[in-house]
């Protein structure tokens, strides 16, 4: 082999070299850009969530979402509500009511417990959030104390028990003699698994060498 077909071999594999380099480079950068959009769609997910009831009336949101006391209502014991809780999942957790149902008087304070347990090595952030059927009674349903008023951040292996304080208002037409009240829980915040370390950010050529 002469000396000018050695070199350009030489040649033609640096350039090879070069264009695996740039090739790789830029799979890192496209996955450093897929995990950046996936991670900001984990946090749209839930208020894109509610947008779609609001605009479908499917599973619609209460608009009243009480923080404070609701002012002094009468208890009417002349009627009985049957309220039914439901839970649904959509994370790496366990997640449930203490109870499926229980009776209670329109205006009379009542608590329902939910419990969550999160059987992960990591923490997790997640949303809760509420529907209700028959879908008139929505406006009537109040809650003073409530879980899904914020996001909850689980540790690793942690299980809480998460209150919901409501009351009926004795407005509710007469017609509803029961309402379901049931929470999505959605995990928000780390919708992928990131990369292994060192695998994201590519590394700098050596000084004084192009690409």
Known sequence: MSI????????????DKQADKRFNRGMMLR???????????????????????EITGINVITT???HGAVKNTQIDKSRTITVEFDSNAR????????????????????????????????????QAIPSYAPKQATQYFMKLECFCFKQQTL??????????????DPALPKDVKSITLSYTFFE?????????EGQLAPQPAPAGKGI
């Open 31 to 53: 996955l450093v850009v897929i995990v950046a959009v996936m991670f900001g769609f984990g946090y749209a997910l839930v208020p894109l969530y509610k947008k779609i009831c």
């Open 155 to 168: 540790k690793a292996n942690e299980a809480r028990e998460m209150p919901v304080v409501f009351v009926i």
């Open 4 to 15: 000018e077909q050695q070199s350009r071999r030489e040649a033609d594999k640096e350039a």
């Open 64 to 66: 009243r979402e009480l």
């Open 91 to 126: 994370g790496p957790f366990a997640f449930r009511p203490v109870k499926n149902s229980m009776e209670v008087h329109p205006g009379e304070m009542a608590t329902i417990v939910y419990e969550v347990a999160n059987g992960q090595p990591r923490d997790i952030s997640a």
């Open 188 to 196: 928000v915040g780390t919708p992928v698994a990131q990369a292994p």
